[in-house]
Antibody
Framework: QVQLQESGPGLVKPSETLSLTCTVS????????WSWIRQPAGKGLEWIGR???????NYNPSLKSRVTMSVDTSKTQFSLNLTSVTAADTAVYYC?????????WGQGTLVTVSS | EVVLTQSPGTLSLSPGERATLSCRAS???????LAWYQQKPGQAPRLLIY???NRATGIPDRFSGSGSGTDFTLTISRLEPEDFAVYYC?????????FGQGTKLEIQ
């Protein structure tokens, strides 16, 4: 059973960079696509982007100028960097597996943007 | 981008009843690439349906999906107590992948 676990700071200051890592266990990171999805409190889901195990990325155009994703297959981890954050970036951030739809999800981590 | 509109916003039903949830797309969803998820409070979404009508692994057969083009439906044939949750549709026919705003299924 594939398991995903997000990690990273729960509090980020405005204008700084949000950095999260997702660790994949009990399964291979290779030959799969991995995504980041976020959900503001009480609201719907927003796909941020995805990365293939080779490093190929696709980002949501609404966030593309601020997003960078990377993958480390040796550590079975992939990461999200979101620059110049504002309060609007406050949300639960999920990592998930899937090329198009998402069959395995992490439990989510709340990131609050506040000074 | 494709905008998904789910209706109703809230659906109040009793266990044993049939639930019908709607998802309408602003343009045709390529190859019926539509998925449905269930989300309970404090939990990550759970994949129920992909390709508009294919049940994901381990999903009970009381859940079924149908539709094509711009109109899709998730049906729960006989509601169990554990089915009361928020349901989201998601299209993956074109990037960026987008989700509907959700339908809350609550106990009447």
């Amino acid at each position: 059973q594939v398991q995903l676990q997000e990690s990273g700071p729960g509090l980020v200051k405005p204008s700084e960079t949000l950095s999260l890592t997702c660790t994949v266990s009990d399964g291979s990171i290779s030959s799969y696509y991995w995504s980041w999805i976020r959900q503001p409190a009480g609201k719907g889901l927003e796909w941020i982007g995805r990365i293939y195990s080779s490093g190929t990325t696709n980002y949501n155009p609404s966030l593309k100028s601020r997003v960078t994703m990377s993958v480390d297959t040796s550590k079975t981890q992939f990461s999200l960097n979101l620059t110049s954050v504002t309060a609007a970036d406050t949300a639960v951030y999920y990592c998930a597996r899937g090329h198009w739809y998402f069959d395995y999800w992490g439990q989510g981590t709340l990131v609050t943007v506040s000074s | 981008e494709v905008v998904l509109t789910q209706s109703p916003g809230t659906l109040s039903l009793s266990p044993g009843e049939r639930a019908t949830l709607s998802c309408r797309a602003s343009q045709s969803v390529s190859s019926n690439y539509l998925a449905w998820y269930q989300q309970k409070p404090g939990q990550a979404p759970r994949l129920l349906i992909y390709g508009a009508s294919n049940r994901a692994t381990g999903i009970p057969d009381r859940f079924s999906g149908s539709g094509s083009g711009t109109d899709f439906t998730l049906t729960i044939s006989r509601l169990e107590p554990e089915d009361f949750a928020v349901y989201y549709c998601q299209q993956y026919g074109s990037s960026p992948y987008t989700f509907g705003q959700g339908t809350k299924l609550e106990i009447q």
